[in-house]
């Protein structure tokens, strides 16, 4: 039996990726985070233990997956934030180290926000910005691992009722309370759903050092948030073009990603309205 311990489980990606190794078998992970509702085979620790401890429940790989989504906020105190996010990724690397198990950490293209995109996986670092330099410092201490994957990935979205900060859940409440939501134009990425990464994680998880996951289509989160109001039968006026981003910069992202082919925007906002209807009844 494959045991994971996995960190950031009351997450967006947490969430979808518990979800997915929920119906794998011989499989038992160890999340670290407060995951909604009961999973099997999944035990709930709600706060960081020792090394020592950690390394005894011998996990065969760390899935660190409170990045990308978790350190948008860096703005607010950055160095606070670096602090504390190097200071967690330093306790989950020796962690890895003591249990000689894989260390794989989930990050994103704004640790190349200094530059333009799409990115390469030998492309080298180069960010600006509190986000940027945050996941970059990670990255720089999860390759001190001998054994690690750093998966990068570009504007995660997707939907959960637990997941308040997710940038569709944050869209909807304000469409639900007849507001208009404000998406940036002037970033560019390449939209992935939290749902349809796990699996192709897993899929490149015996893979080592640099690995690019993203969704298929290059655009701005504008016409992203445009995308979603379509599919929830609602007007483009509900939308409207601005920069709600803390840093308040440009960038012009996305990755070089074709090993794994991920669906469309187009394909998978259906699901999404599906999985929204399923749970709210609207």
Known sequence: MKRYLLVGGGGLLGTAW???LSA???????????PPGRIERNTTIKGLVSVEEMASWKPYAILHLAGPSHYEKTAEDPDKSKAGALSLAQHLVATSKH??????FVSCDRVFDAGTGPFEESAPRG???PLGQALTAIEEAVETCDDHLIIRTSALYGWGPHCPEARLTRWIKRWDANATVTASGEILAQPTWSDSLPR?????LRRDGILHIAGPQRMSLY?????????????PERVRSGDPTPDGLPFAGGLVAER?????????????????QLVTNL
Request: glycine residues 4%; hydrophobic residues 45%; aromatic residues 8%.
């Open 223 to 235: 016409d992203l948030a445009r995308a979603a109001a379509r599919t929830w039968d609602l007007p």
């Open 18 to 20: 518990l979800r997915w």
């Open 127 to 129: 960010p600006v910005t």
């Open 99 to 104: 249990a000689r198990a894989k260390m794989v």
């Open 24 to 34: 794998q078998e011989e499989v038992e992970v160890f999340s670290i985070g407060q």
């Open 260 to 276: 794994f082919p991920l669906p469309t925007v187009q394909q998978s906002l259906p699901d999404i309205r599906r999985q929204f």
């Open 200 to 204: 192709a994680a897993h899929a490149g």
